[in-house]
């Protein structure tokens, strides 16, 4: 874990919304065989990478959604029921998470999320996973809807398709 990393995104968090957030990281990772395979369930070998996605969330009062980028230093604004795609990509992993729980009956309400990583993006080491899963764990977490840890891998991946475009499978 990147204690440094970790801080920071705490810190950024709390003087960002003045709350203490829930702290949640969410690894990259390598696959050792069967690249590509999982499109049709196929097998695979995956492993966890010392890079990670961290992410500092908590709840609101309010539907809106307050999200912060600390790598591109920008701020988006939502609202729950109104989650769309932005032309901002970064975050379309955040609000189709969002909208995959709507669809499938979860109620939330708004939430702060502060976010920031060490996983290269573009180099093949699943970092639009990481933002997804961090998101679905830690809205499963702040907002207690008992999700198992499959359907949250496939909210993730169904957000990848339906906000980013990305027709990935399962393991991405």
Not at 21 to 41: K, M
Not at 78 to 91: E, F, L
Request: hydrophobic share 40%; proline share 3%; with cysteine.
């Amino acid at each position: 874990m990147n204690q440094e990393l970790s801080k920071r995104v705490k810190e950024s968090f709390q003087q960002r919304f003045g709350t203490e957030p829930l702290l949640v990281r969410s690894p990259g990772r390598v696959n050792v065989i069967g690249e590509h395979t999982d499109y049709n369930n196929g097998f695979v070998l995956p492993a966890a990478i010392d890079k990670a996605i961290y992410i500092g969330v908590s709840r609101r009062d309010d539907d809106e959604i307050l999200l912060y980028s600390e790598e591109f230093q920008q701020e988006h604004r939502s609202t729950v029921p109104g989650v769309a795609i932005t032309d901002k990509q970064w975050p379309n992993y955040i609000l189709g998470v969002v909208d995959q729980l709507n669809k499938r009956g979860y109620k939330i309400s708004g939430f702060n999320l502060n976010i920031d990583g060490d996983v290269p993006v573009g180099a093949g080491l699943s970092s639009s996973a990481a933002v997804e899963c961090a998101t679905a764990f830690a809205l499963n977490e702040i907002f207690s809807l008992g999700i198992d840890k499959m359907e949250l891998a496939l909210i993730g991946q169904k957000a990848e398709h339906t906000f980013a475009g990305v027709m990935c499978g399962i393991m991405d």
